[in-house]
């Protein structure tokens, strides 16, 4: 996919530009710098994270000696190591089956829209605010509206586009894509990591240092989860400008 986007942006005339992504965009546009860097003028994310081995050490570390890595006011980005795990598994589930199964719960949801609505849906609560499971709608026009949630749903529903957007999972995190081990290879280029509290977790600057060389630009924003650029686009927005500025500075100071 990271190759097919950077054709993309080379046919439509731009052979320089600049990669903005969450979740999926974020992984994609990391491949993106990783393996074409010379059309890359700076790559923003927020959903920053790698899997480089280091990343990892650091990340252990980090876990159980939090007060060497992690400054007072960022402490509410970083839970501690029991609170993280169960989230991280309570969360989980969807992954594991998508990763292993997708065709079987692809073909489920592919005719079942109240299925559907309810699958997606539960991720616009807890990964919003995982506070918002305990509220009996889970909180879901807290941050948007029913409108906006349902186009989500039926762009899924009228594509028929559910089983491919979940075998994404399993392709990506088969053997032969993890052995290419892409995390290994710095990214050289401008990069900026825009944190939103709610989302299902973080890295500290020094853990993603181990892949990305040259991290122009960290924020931590005590508000919004995953869905920021639907739930609090303005502050995404205007994140993404600062970083822009700061990398076009570098760039023509090189």
């Not at 970083?243 to 023509?252: E, P, Y």
Request: glycine share 6%.
């Amino acid at each position: 996919m990271a190759v097919v986007l950077r054709n993309l942006m080379l046919r439509l005339g731009h052979d320089k530009f600049l990669i903005q992504g969450g979740d999926w965009g974020s992984l994609i546009g990391s491949n993106i710098a990783t393996l074409r860097p010379q059309n890359v003028l700076g790559y923003h994310s927020n959903m920053c994270g790698t899997n480089h081995q280091m990343s990892h050490f650091f990340r252990f570390l980090r876990v159980w000696f939090p007060f060497f890595f992690v400054k007072s006011e960022q402490k509410v980005f970083f839970k501690p190591f029991g609170k993280e795990f169960t989230y991280i598994m309570e969360e989980s589930g969807y992954f594991h089956i998508q990763a292993t199964k997708p065709d079987t719960i692809g073909t489920t949801l592919l005719q079942n829209p109240v299925g559907l609505a309810a699958y997606i849906l539960e991720k616009f609560s807890t990964w919003t605010n995982p506070e918002y499971k305990k509220l009996e709608d889970g909180g879901l026009t807290k941050r948007f509206t029913l409108d906006e949630l349902l186009d989500n749903i039926m762009i899924y529903y009228t594509t028929k586009s559910i089983t491919t957007s979940q075998r994404l999972y399993s392709e990506a995190f088969s053997f032969a894509q993890m052995d290419l081990n892409v995390d290994a290879v710095h990214v050289n280029q401008p990069t900026g990591c825009a944190r939103f509290v709610h989302d299902l977790r973080h890295s500290t600057d020094l853990e993603l240092s181990t892949k990305y060389k040259n991290l122009i630009h960290s924020t931590y924003h005590k508000d919004g989860g995953h869905f920021a650029a639907l739930e609090l686009p303005q502050i995404l927005y205007n994140d993404f400008v600062e970083f822009v500025d700061k990398a076009l500075t570098q760039k023509l100071a090189n």
